[in-house]
């Protein structure tokens, strides 16, 4: 993990900065076939524990913020430009990039 490996992610209104978030993520995904939500937010909070401080007034903040904001109840989920477009499957590549080719179009229209 590089030094500079944080990502930042709204929780609740503030940015949070967290260190190694995308190795945990990555890493998360390998295991969490057939696991529950509640199972998948804890092995997250787990292994984000181990590089970053987290009270424990906010774990569960933490545990449910970034997939909360969109309403988003299933893992895996992919959102693009703040929209929500795929829970609870991996998609094929090429819908993904055509998911993201639609999102730059829709931003550059939007930009003119």
């Keep these: 993990m590089a030094e500079d490996d944080v990502r930042q992610v709204m929780i609740f209104g503030r940015l949070i900065g967290i ?11 390998q295991t969490i076939q057939g696991s529950t939500n509640e199972e998948i937010q804890n092995s997250l909070l787990t ?3 181990i590089n970053n401080y987290i009270p424990a007034a906010a774990r569960e903040d ?7 904001c ?15 477009v795929s829970v ?6 090429s819908k993904i990039r055509q998911w993201i080719i639609d999102a730059c179009h829709q ?3 939007a930009n003119k």
């Design 70 to 84: 969109f309403g988003v109840m299933g893992a895996p989920a992919l959102v693009v430009n703040n929209k929500v």
């Design 88 to 93: 609870g499957e991996v998609p094929p590549k």
């Design 47 to 49: 292994a984000v524990s």
């Design 19 to 29: 260190v190694g978030l995308d190795d945990v993520i990555m890493k998360t995904v």
């Design 107 to 109: 931003s550059i229209e």
């Design 62 to 68: 933490h545990g449910r913020a970034e997939i909360a």
